[in-house]
């Protein structure tokens, strides 16, 4: 299978099918490349009982509001999956699936797509390949001597898993804190972080977040002072398993550990805990391995953007990694904005 479409989007999940969306509002030649079997994006492989920040009024693509979830204010993991299903068959997005693409590179005035179903030209390329599938781990020392489980929040499914284990959970972001709470009836639980972990007041959601980002997106942009948008608010949603583990005191931090031992983890003072199993809930890196041909990745990993555009080959666009392109692009209703900008910069240099 190969093709010249006007543009090609790697990565079909919500800021693919966000960029979709307006390309076909554009009336634009282009083709989605999905690597997964099914529609849904990561949130088809997350842990069973995550639920989104917001209510679904506020966690919608472009042209489409999520409906609630009868019995939830706010809507779970699998709710979302039948929403962006439904999105990508309203809107007829051309999505192609499995496929996965190995590189792209540049090949005179397009760029090649090179996948495991062909290779595709494109006047211009939208990577939505977000970040859920490279986890990471940091440098631990210990982490090869030790003779427990280890896994990621991407393997994390359900506290049943751990029954009566003595669990370490680290990280104090949403994701600790969520599997934490999960663990803290049913396992003997130990949630360290690197530092006090930071709970939003109870009433504060992803509508607030949104809110906060978008105030801080507007003051950048009018060369006023950095609000340091939601950073400034607080780390951790108190979303209702959270808010009733904290408030049942089973949310206690512990200082980050400095190593592994064979059965436990270790403190700087020396202090000791034993444990069977470790889960890092330590964030992700973007994942654009496809992108190296390029020789675009400069500092941290990162590709210099100006907006979503790729300051160094402007044919290339960078959608859905955060707040390093676009403030809330991560989300499903921050994600709207900068996939509009995107397909109207394509748009307008495809004119030119």
């Keep these: 299978m190969t093709g010249q479409p006007e543009g090609v989007v790697t990565g079909g999940g919500q800021a693919g099918l966000a960029a979709g969306y307006h390309l076909r509002r554009l009336g634009l030649d282009f083709v989605i490349l999905d690597a997964r079997a099914a529609a849904g994006g990561a949130w088809q492989h997350t842990w069973d009982s995550l639920h989104l920040f917001s209510p679904a009024a506020y966690s919608s693509l472009p042209g489409r509001p999520m409906p609630g979830q009868p019995g939830e204010v706010y809507p779970d993991a699998a709710h979302v999956v039948r929403y962006l299903s439904d999105y990508e068959r309203r809107y007829e997005l051309p999505v192609l699936r499995p496929v996965h693409v190995r590189g792209v590179h540049r090949d005179g005035e397009f760029l090649g797509v090179e996948s495991d179903s062909g290779t595709w030209r494109a006047r211009a390329v939208i990577s939505a390949t977000g970040t859920w599938w490279r986890p990471f781990i940091p440098a631990v020392p210990g982490r090869a001597?030790?003779?427990?489980?280890?896994?990621?929040?991407?393997?994390?499914?359900?506290?049943?898993?751990?029954?009566?284990?003595?669990?370490?959970?680290?990280?104090?972001?949403?994701?600790?804190?969520?599997?934490?709470?999960d663990l803290a009836y049913g396992s003997e639980l130990t949630w360290v972080t690197q530092r006090p972990p930071r709970f939003l007041a109870d009433d504060i959601d992803g509508r607030a977040l949104f809110d906060a980002a978008t105030a801080r997106r507007r003051a950048l942009e009018n060369g006023q002072r950095d609000t340091a948008g939601v950073a400034s608010l607080g780390d951790i949603v108190a979303v209702p398993p959270v808010r009733e583990a904290r408030d049942a005191g089973l949310l206690k931090a512990s200082p980050m550990v400095v190593r592994l031992?064979?059965?436990?983890?270790?403190?700087?003072?020396g202090t000791r805990a034993a444990a069977d199993a470790v889960i890092w809930c330590t964030g992700f890196r973007p994942a654009l391995s496809h992108l190296t041909p390029l020789g675009l990745r400069g500092a941290r990993g990162r590709i210099r953007t100006i907006g979503t555009r790729a300051a160094d080959e402007p044919r290339l666009h960078l959608l859905g990694y955060g707040d390093w392109t676009g403030p809330a692009t991560a989300t499903l209703i921050g994600v709207g904005r900068p996939a509009r900008d995107a397909a109207r910069a394509i748009a307008e240099s495809l004119r030119s």
């Design 145 to 181: 001597e030790f003779g427990g489980t280890q896994l990621h929040t991407v393997e994390y499914r359900s506290p049943a898993d751990f029954a009566g284990r003595r669990v370490v959970v680290v990280g104090g972001g949403n994701s600790g804190a969520q599997i934490a709470a």
């Design 261 to 269: 031992t064979r059965d436990g983890v270790e403190w700087a003072d």
